[in-house]
């Protein structure tokens, strides 16, 4: 108690430096110092640092500075701006997405997107990663960053990339950012998202680990309309779309709105129970990581409604997490719309479902 005092108070009054429920100040321990992101009422939403001490804490880098200058919440990190996935160390850089409000042209095509940002931990050694740059161009950007994944000092990023001759470009994918090699993307998808952040071992947005290989629900430019879970093996970058709709008795893995769903997983006896987080056809699925052993497991039709093409097949209301006990799946779920939130628990011997 003696030990424990303000360390600094950035934004002096009764407003806060950080905003929990929008940005988070994503803290991350980086070349000895503590980064994160505050505002102080002067310079908005921008990348702070701290030694430990009063006096070494200080606004470390504002990247957002032609209309960033806002005390009720504009910067870099402002909300039409801020990428969710925390800071990732790789190496002897840091990464993290931030939006700098650059030149009409430019911004035409980013919008207020998070561009990929990387730091040596100096604010000199501070700019936005740029891509192998098209002679033809004077700015290339890796940008819309969605998630993030470190993997053996390698960096994987959901984003797209942005220069001048985009018109008709699908530039959407995972990316990968590692130091030996120029930036190249891996495959080509429309959308991506990671875990849900639900387990203790897995961020919120990045792939999900399993058995070796990294986990994640996306979908192709030539299929618009289905989210599948996908998989990467991280040593040849090869990619396998685990729940395609030929394999599954049940199938209902599509939804066009990408940025809605995310995995939710858990693994339990060598299988990776997962859940497509989607309001009209949310469903658990098994994997043991091959096409042929990815099964559909719960469903309810017990509880009518009167759509009951929509709501009596899958769950209305997803679960936000899964917990195993006693050779059993527990979450909390609603099959029906306008029933209540129950807890229900899916039994591994018979694969039934009980409320």
């Not at 000199?124 to 990663?129: A, D, I, P, Q, R």
């Not at 959308?191 to 629900?217: H, I, K, Q, W």
């Amino acid at each position: 108690v003696a030990g424990t005092k303000l360390l600094k108070d950035i934004n002096p009054g009764y407003t806060s430096a950080f905003n929990y429920v929008v940005y988070g100040p994503h803290f991350t321990i980086f070349k000895n110092k503590l980064f994160f992101v505050a505002n102080d009422a002067v310079h908005g939403y921008e990348l702070w640092s701290t030694d430990g001490t009063e006096a070494g804490t200080s606004l470390f880098k504002d990247i957002r500075t032609t209309d960033g200058d806002d005390p009720v919440g504009y910067g870099g990190f402002a909300w039409e701006t801020y990428s969710e996935p925390n800071f990732k160390v790789v190496g002897n850089k840091m990464y993290f997405g931030a939006n700098p409000h650059i030149t009409s042209v430019e911004n035409y095509m980013v919008g207020d997107s998070p561009i990929l940002y990387e730091t040596d931990g100096t604010p000199e050694g501070t700019f936005f990663v740029q891509p192998p740059l098209d002679p033809r161009y004077n700015y290339n950007y890796l940008y819309d960053v969605r998630g993030m994944t470190v993997i053996d000092d390698k960096l994987f990023v959901f984003c797209r990339q942005a220069f001048h001759d985009f018109q008709g470009i699908k530039n959407g994918g995972i990316y990968l950012v590692d130091a030996s090699k120029p930036i190249s993307r891996l495959i080509e998808l429309v959308g991506n998202a990671g875990d849900a952040g639900t387990n203790e071992d897995v961020e919120r947005y990045s792939m999900r680990p399993f058995n070796g290989e990294y986990y994640f629900l996306g979908k192709t430019y030539d299929n618009t309309d289905a989210i599948n879970l996908w998989k990467m093996n991280p040593t040849d970058y090869s990619f396998t779309n685990i729940t395609q709709a030929t394999n599954l008795t049940n199938p209902d893995f599509s939804d066009s709105n990408i940025s809605s769903n995310l995995l939710v997983a858990k693994e339990i006896d060598n299988k990776l129970f997962f859940v497509k987080t989607d309001i009209s056809a949310g469903q658990i699925f098994s994997t043991d990581g091959t096409v042929s052993g990815t099964q559909f497991q719960a469903k309810s039709s017990s509880n009518n409604h009167v759509n009951t093409t929509q709501y009596a097949q899958g769950m209305s209301v997803i679960p936000s997490s899964l917990f195993s006990f006693n050779n059993a799946l527990y979450f909390k779920a609603q099959f029906a719309l306008g029933q209540p939130n129950g807890l229900w628990r899916l039994n591994f011997t018979s694969l039934s479902d009980s409320n």
